[in-house]
């Protein structure tokens, strides 16, 4: 009965590289969000997919970003180029439907530094 | 444009003392408000929630109040624990699929 599940726990890229981050929800949950937490912020909303689907990305950054929940498989959040900026914590958390938000759950993160 | 605040980033309260954590926010739509406790290096868990049509939401030692007209939530916990030192988030939701989060309140409780 495994939570939320993201990996890498951390992550080190230089200036220019590509990031990689993958979620799985937990069981039975369809529904993913991604969440990213500047240092000293709070958690700003990125981007909501259903299984290949992309609902609302209405927080992504219009370059470098992208998001994709396959068929079979986790879903991916893509930082492509990546500069310092970039550097924060990236939550997702799932649902097992929209609107539940007392079970959205949300994995452990991954912590992106960019050098 | 923050649309939900919490304007004290941190608070230190006596073990056995009630916390009180604060949050104001700016949307009159939002209609579904939820506190999160959060340990470092681990994700947000879920605390309680309240709905905009009520003004008080009890669970166990954590109540959350609701003041719509002056668009302030307030999240207490009596008697405060060790346990209980995190950061805690209040966020918003306005019937959409994201929540807004403020920037948070560090809890210290002190033994």
């Known amino acids: 009965n495994a939570g939320v599940m993201q990996n890498p726990r951390h992550l080190v890229r230089r200036r220019g590289q590509e990031a990689r981050l993958r979620c799985s929800p937990m069981k039975g949950h369809s529904h993913v969000y991604w969440y990213r937490q500047l240092p000293e912020e709070g958690l700003k909303f990125m981007v909501y997919?259903?299984?290949?689907?992309?609902?609302?990305e209405s927080g992504m950054p219009k370059e470098r970003f992208s998001a994709e929940f396959p068929k079979e498989g986790p879903s991916i959040l893509r930082i492509q180029q990546v500069v310092r900026g970039d550097s924060a914590a990236y939550f997702c958390?799932?649902?097992?439907?929209?609107?539940?938000?007392?079970?959205?759950?949300f994995g452990s993160g991954t912590r992106l530094t960019v050098v | 444009d923050q649309q939900v605040k919490q304007n004290s980033p941190s608070l230190s309260v006596q073990e056995g003392r009630i916390s009180i954590l604060n949050c104001d926010y700016t949307n009159s739509m939002f209609d579904y408000f939820l506190w999160y406790k959060k340990y470092p290096a681990e994700g947000p868990t879920f605390l309680i929630s309240i709905s905009s049509i009520k003004d008080k939401n009890e669970d166990g030692r954590f109540t959350v109040f609701l003041n719509k007209s002056a668009k302030h939530l307030s999240l207490h916990i009596v008697p405060s624990q060790p346990g209980d030192s995190a950061v805690y988030f209040c966020?918003?939701?306005?019937?959409?699929?994201?929540?807004?989060f403020g920037g948070g309140t560090r809890l210290m409780v002190k033994p």
């Open positions: 958390a799932s649902s097992p439907r929209t609107g539940t938000f007392y079970g959205y759950t």
């Open positions: 997919l259903q299984k290949e689907n992309i609902i609302d």
């Open positions: 966020a918003a939701n306005n019937a959409g699929n994201m929540l807004t």
